[in-house]
């Protein structure tokens, strides 16, 4: 698994979720409690982008229709979601965060619920 370096620290502040790249990879970087996370920016749910969302003190809360997602696992706390969300692993050093992905993880997160119906419109398939 490769580290990429995605953001400084200061980027990422107590209770704050950003959206940040790693090449094509979307993801949702938050820090609670001091420690920072990285998901995917979909919500499992309807694919609201999480980095939209808010950090609290159970998990990473989808503002769409209020699914709360575990930082460590990614599993839904609550509903409608019933599906988990991808995880990446976190290193910080040095003043940045540093997000760990193989291509297992990168297509699990660029996965979109709604890819498919929105395919079928495109003149292109
Ligand atoms: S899209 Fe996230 S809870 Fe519905």
Redesign the pocket.
């Given at each position: 698994m490769e580290f990429h370096k995605i953001a400084r620290s200061g980027q990422i502040p107590e209770g704050v979720v950003r959206r940040f790249f790693a090449g094509e990879v979307e993801i949702a970087v938050s820090r609670s409690d001091g420690e920072v996370h990285a998901t995917s920016n979909y919500?499992?749910?309807?694919?609201?982008l999480?980095s939209s969302g808010k950090v609290t003190d159970e998990g990473l809360l989808?503002?769409?229709?209020?699914?709360v997602f575990d930082y460590g696992s990614g599993e839904p706390l609550c509903p409608?979601?019933t599906r988990p969300i991808t995880v990446f692993p976190v290193r910080e050093e040095d003043g940045h965060v540093h997000v760990g992905i193989d291509a297992e993880l990168a297509e699990s997160a660029m996965r979109r619920r709604a890819v498919g119906a929105r395919r079928l419109g495109d003149p292109a398939s």
């Open positions: 919500c499992s749910h309807l694919d609201c999480l989808c503002s769409c229709h209020g699914s409608p979601a």
